[in-house]
């Protein structure tokens, strides 16, 4: 779990990323999206809040608690920065050396009993079960299916990882990079302008089948917007 503080963040923003990885890469309106449904569309459907929690959370740990999480009938949603999670499996970007918060486990593992990859897998974290806000009273587990929006950009991913309960706004290395965003669990993240949306009731089994995220992600998006 990374707390990335507003200070890093800009300034990580200037930052080239790292070397690609072998992630498959993220279509987006203005280039000739596979995505049928843009992020436009998504937004459309998240511009007022029906809050569900019972308070606010901060961005970062030392900042205003000022972000609600908001549902409708088929999802939550809440709209913060970026921080980067590296957690789970080491690799060459994600490691003790590469970030001083990496912890070896996530909160859901992948279905041979080992952690997830962040480097590799796009997931979201939600924050731990509070009296300020419980993901599971809201129909969210580990494998639910998320949209992550920034500017022109979509990324279906999974809930992958839990955080601290007072703090909301994070996903992993490979979310940050498909969405174009300084993935470095050091300086990277983006300090705002994200939307995450999170499908109730959904699921992907196993959690690390990727393909099975985007094509669900897709027909829950379109029921989300309406858009046949």
């Not at 995505?35 to 740990?61: E, F, M, N, P, W």
């Not at 088929?74 to 913060?80: D, G, N």
């Not at 290395?173 to 990277?188: E, Q």
């Amino acid at each position: 779990m990374r707390v990335q503080s507003l200070t890093l963040a800009a300034a990580g923003a200037a930052l080239l990323a790292p070397a690609t990885l072998p992630v498959p890469a993220v279509s987006y309106a203005a280039s000739g999206d596979r995505h049928r449904i843009t992020a436009d569309d998504l937004l459309a459907r998240v511009q007022d809040c029906d809050q569900v929690s019972k308070g606010r959370y901060r961005s970062d740990a030392g900042t205003a608690a000022t972000v609600p999480v908001c549902g409708t009938p088929q999802a939550v949603f809440w709209k913060a920065d970026l921080d980067i999670d590296c957690d789970g499996q080491v690799t060459a970007h994600c490691n003790h050396g590469a970030d001083p918060s990496f912890s070896a486990a996530t909160a859901f593992q992948q279905s041979n009993g080992r952690q997830l990859n962040a480097e590799r897998l796009p997931y979201v974290v939600v924050p731990g079960p509070s009296g300020r806000w419980n993901h599971r009273a809201s129909g969210v587990r580990g494998g639910a299916v998320a949209a992550v929006i920034y500017k022109d950009r979509v990324q279906y991913a999974v809930v992958g990882d839990t955080g601290p309960r007072d703090i909301i706004g994070e996903a992993s290395y490979a979310t940050a990079k498909a969405l174009g965003v300084n993935p470095d669990p050091r300086v990277g993240g983006i300090p705002t302008g994200v939307t995450y949306i999170v499908f109730k009731d959904s699921a992907i089994k196993p959690i690390e089948d990727q393909a099975a995220a985007e094509a669900e992600g897709e027909r829950l998006a379109a029921l989300f917007t309406g858009i046949d």
